[in-house]
């Protein structure tokens, strides 16, 4: 739109206004309507300009720096060249009634309060303009003289209002400044406060991150943190030193292709998309936490891995948790290795059916012994009362022959069973090889190479040497029939330090030396179940009637009895290696031993204090030793003994007690004897080892041990001996 003023000319407009972004704004809008634009920042420079440009028309603030709008206004209607100019007031500061007919008095066209909308202010002044036009006259007000009082009263007024309203507005504004520094002060201390808070929440954070960072690098089991996808984000170095792998490796992967599980590796789509992947335990769980939430703990699985030997497979022990990192859920994974654990469990509960074996087996052999005492005491007694020439003499021998090898059975048990009484000395393991080797050389046979290879020195051992021999050659022989088509046989010795790699495979070991016993053979061998019931008694791989399946189960007492540890190693058609593990000693033993007995029985008159809860053996007992002159006591339990005792304590020279009893033990019953008597003697029988009866018999001169099945002739040895106060 173009202004058509001044014979179609565009009207040119001078703007007073001391602020430039508003009078940036009045020029643009004036602009925008066709006109020429003339610009000063106060009254002083637009009088000037006014002078020289001879506008049209001029748009002027009231409050300026130098000269104000009213000052200017009255210069302009004093100048001649200038007076007929339009004048319009726009201000935002004089904006009252007093100051609008101040304005009009000295001659200004219009007076207009800001804000006005710039097509407002155009069609404003476009108005004044054409008001102007029709009546073509100059302005009608009345001109004031500077020295007009009314002027100077009435501008004094609104100076002075205007100036007192704006101390007001500065006092406010300086008020408002205050509170807001104050505000912006306690809000800077705020923030400040703020910002140090949450720079040591930042700090805990960063070190409990590096703390958990650091716990998880270290953490004594495998970890890998799982994205959704089962890929691996994390792996802590326990991972990869167990997978052998570096960490570049094993991210980005799923947690089988990670552990290089055979399953994952061998399927081309990888971990989770093979045939035996559907129920893998880990993968199973993994989905389970992502989808529930739901942890899964101490989960055991087995995984065959590619770095292990072929067939075997690694036993695992694996949790899953649900976490959030980085807002994005997460399942940590974490594995032990807990194939060693599953080996030494084995083995525990092996000793421990082994135990509750020995225990069933030393029981039987009691009660087995007692029943042998009574068959070979009475056949003993009748073979006394029998001429060389009686025609059943013969077969009560081959009764007691019979007899004497059921014995020996029970012996054996009682060696698995560990209730054995063991002889044990300090003896040197290489000397009793060596004794032992040319004996050995003709067990096996010809056809059987046999190899004897020794650490040099003596290698001392606490232990019985007729059972260390007896160890030997029942695994000999063991060995032989193992190689019916002729073969190997290799007995080595050497000594042993155990370091932490061997107590962690054996599970012993710990602050021990030991000497070490292997023979090895290179016979049929046996698969792993076989192995694993190779010590169990009656258990025998042999055809029937030629093994009695006792043999290395009686190996197996005698070398626990020992405080040693066996082990075999075997494998079907490579042969079997046993080794045994013996403590070395180096301190001397005390070697306490008993004359000779006299095989000739001798009878006596001296009153004898029999204590026995089987009443078959008490009843033989009782019966032997009557015919033989003495006078005997007889009392059916421990309790029983002390009270016989008592009341006849004068007469009793000698106590012949079982160990095993009802109410009260032998041994019991005869230290509150001994309370009563301290010179008391006894003889203690009993089916089984008892090692604190054995150990009183060593210390003490007045206490003597014979086994059951005993004959009664040698019963009358040992009382005549400890009736005349002879060591035996």
């Known amino acids: 739109m173009k202004s058509s003023y001044k014979n179609g000319a565009p009207m040119n407009v001078l703007i007073v206004e001391d602020t430039h972004s508003a009078r940036k704004l009045l020029r643009i809008t004036l602009e925008h309507y066709g006109c020429t634009v003339f610009e000063a920042q106060d009254g002083l420079e637009g009088l000037d300009r006014a002078i020289r440009h001879k506008p049209d028309i001029i748009i002027s603030d009231a409050l300026m720096p130098r000269m104000d709008g009213f000052e200017m206004l009255r210069a302009l209607k004093s100048n001649p060249e200038v007076r007929s100019i339009p004048f319009i007031f726009y201000s935002s500061t004089y904006t009252g009634e007093k100051e609008a007919e101040l304005a009009l008095s000295l001659g200004a066209e219009a007076f207009l309060a800001k804000p006005v909308e710039p097509e407002e202010l155009w069609k404003m002044t476009c108005a004044i303009m054409r008001g102007l036009e029709k009546h073509k006259k100059e302005s009608a007000q009345q001109s004031i ?16 209002t205007k100036l007192e309203e704006k101390v007001l507005e500065l006092e406010e504004s300086l008020l408002l400044r205050k509170r807001t520094e104050e505000e912006l002060r306690t809000l800077n201390l705020e923030m400040a406060r703020e910002i140090a808070e949450r720079r040591k929440a930042e700090n805990i954070l960063r070190e409990q991150e590096e703390e958990l960072a650091t716990i998880f690098e270290n953490a004594p089991f495998m970890m890998l943190l799982l994205d959704e996808e089962r890929m691996v984000r994390r792996v802590n170095g326990m991972a990869c030193s167990f997978t052998d792998s570096s960490v570049s490796e094993i991210l980005n992967r799923r947690s ?18 093979g045939p035996y992947c559907r129920d ?65 469990e084995a083995e525990l509960h092996h000793a421990q059916r082994m135990e509750s074996i020995g225990a069933l087996a030393g029981g039987i052999a009691h009660d087995f012994n007692n ?23 013969q077969n009560v021998e081959y009764m007691l022959q019979s007899a004497r090898r059921a014995a020996s059975l029970s012996q054996n048990l009682l060696l698995f069973s560990r209730k054995q009484f063991s002889d044990k000395k300090k003896v040197d393991l290489n000397e ?96 792993e179940q076989t192995r694993q019931r190779i010590f169990d008694p009656f258990f025998t791989t042999k055809e029937i009637g030629k093994g009695t399946g006792l043999g290395l189960a009686v190996v197996y007492g005698i070398i626990k009895q020992h405080d040693g540890q066996i082990t075999v190693e075997s494998e079907a058609g490579h042969g079997t290696t046993f080794r045994i593990y013996l403590p070395l000693i180096i301190a001397p033993v005390s070697d306490k031993r008993m004359d000779q007995m006299d095989p000739k029985p001798v009878g006596g008159t001296e009153t004898i204090l029999l204590a026995e809860d089987d009443e078959n053996v008490r009843n033989m ?81 007045n206490i003597i041990v014979i086994s059951k099945p005993f004959l009664p002739s040698n019963l009358l040895t040992v009382m005549r001996s400890m009736l005349d106060k002879k060591i035996i």
């Not at 022990?317 to 060693?340: C, G, N, P, R, W």
């Not at 006078?631 to 009793?652: P, Q, S, T, W, Y």
Request: glycine residues 6%.
């Open 145 to 160: 003289d500077e020295g007009d009082e009314q002027y100077l009263r009435e501008y004094s007024r609104i100076v002075a």
């Open 256 to 273: 089988g292709e990670a552990l290089r599980c055979i399953h994952a590796l061998d399927t081309p789509e990888g971990c989770g998309f």
């Open 280 to 344: 893998c335990a880990v993968r199973l769980a993994v989905q389970d936490t992502f989808a529930t939430s739901q942890g899964h703990h101490l989960v055991e699985t087995t995984l065959p891995l590619t770095f292990e030997e072929e067939g075997q497979s690694v036993t695992l022990l694996f949790s899953t948790t649900k976490v959030m990192v980085a807002h994005q859920a997460m399942v940590l994974l974490s594995f032990q290795d807990i194939s060693e654990y599953k080996k030494l």
């Open 371 to 393: 029943i042998l005492t009574v068959i070979i005491g009475y056949g003993d007694i009748t073979l006394l009362e029998m001429s060389a020439t009686d025609p059943h003499r």
């Open 432 to 527: 009793i090889v060596r004794e032992l080797e040319k004996f050995l050389r003709r067990i096996i046979g010809e056809d059987i190479i046999c190899t004897i290879t020794q650490e040099e020195g003596a290698m001392p051992v606490l232990a019985d040497a007729h059972q260390l021999e007896q160890v030997l050659m029942n695994l000999a022989t063991n060995a032989r029939d193992a190689m019916t088509n002729g073969g190997s046989l290799l007995i080595s010795t050497e000594r042993l330090q155990p370091d932490e790699q061997f107590i962690a495979a054996h599970g012993f070991g710990k602050e021990c030396r030991y000497a070490t016993l292997t023979v090895t053979d290179t016979g049929i061998g046996m698969d």
């Open 621 to 701: 007992i009782l019966s032997h030793l009557e015919s033989f002159g003495y006078e005997v006591i007889c009392a059916v339990d421990g309790e029983d003994a002390v009270l016989k005792f008592r009341e006849n304590m004068e007469r009793i020279r000698l106590l012949l007690f079982d160990v095993i009893m009802p109410k009260k033990k032998g041994i019991d019953a005869f230290d509150e004897i001994r309370e009563i008597d301290p010179d008391a003697k006894v003889i203690f029988a009993s089916g089984y080892a008892v090692e604190d009866v054995h150990q009183r018999a060593l210390e003490d001169d």
